[in-house]
């Protein structure tokens, strides 16, 4: 299995964390780290995939694989100015309302542009 794919299957599985289940949570966090590595390798060309195709994670939105590669993207991967504004596009997005999710994008953004 390519890291793509392996980032792809590591989003379902954050998708399905059951917050009141310590082991379903324990496994989200490991597939998070595990989805940071894949990103670093990537943005570091330690591997075949490039980041021109991690890129085309921000047009899959199941699993919000889309989000979790605009935070990885930004945080981790030097990219051009299109996929920075693509990815910043849709955090935006989920920043937009008031759930404590979108507050936690709020704060990610205000983090993000103080950089």
């Given at each position: 299995?390519?890291?793509?794919?392996e980032?792809?299957?590591?989003?379902?599985?954050c998708?399905?964390?059951d917050?009141?289940?310590?082991k379903s949570?324990?496994?989200?966090?490991k597939?998070?780290?595990?989805m940071?590595?894949?990103?670093?390798?990537?943005?570091?060309e330690?591997?075949?995939?490039?980041i021109e195709?991690?890129?085309k994670l921000?047009?899959k939105?199941?699993?919000?694989t889309?989000v979790?590669a605009?935070?990885?993207?930004?945080?981790?991967?030097?990219?051009?100015?299109t996929?920075e504004e693509k990815a910043?596009?849709?955090?935006?997005?989920?920043?937009?309302?008031?759930s404590?999710?979108?507050?936690?994008?709020?704060?990610w953004?205000?983090n993000?542009?103080?950089?």
């Open positions: 299995m390519n890291l793509i794919q980032y792809i299957e590591l989003t379902k599985t998708a399905s964390t917050y009141g289940d310590k949570v324990k496994l989200h966090n597939s998070v780290d595990k940071y590595e894949i990103a670093e390798k990537i943005g570091y330690h591997t075949m995939d490039t195709d991690f890129a921000l047009d939105t199941e699993n919000k889309n979790w605009a935070v990885h993207i930004l945080e981790r991967i030097p990219t051009d100015k996929i910043l596009n849709i955090i935006k997005q989920q920043a937009d309302g008031d404590a999710e979108a507050m936690g994008f709020k704060i953004l205000d993000y542009k103080r950089k």
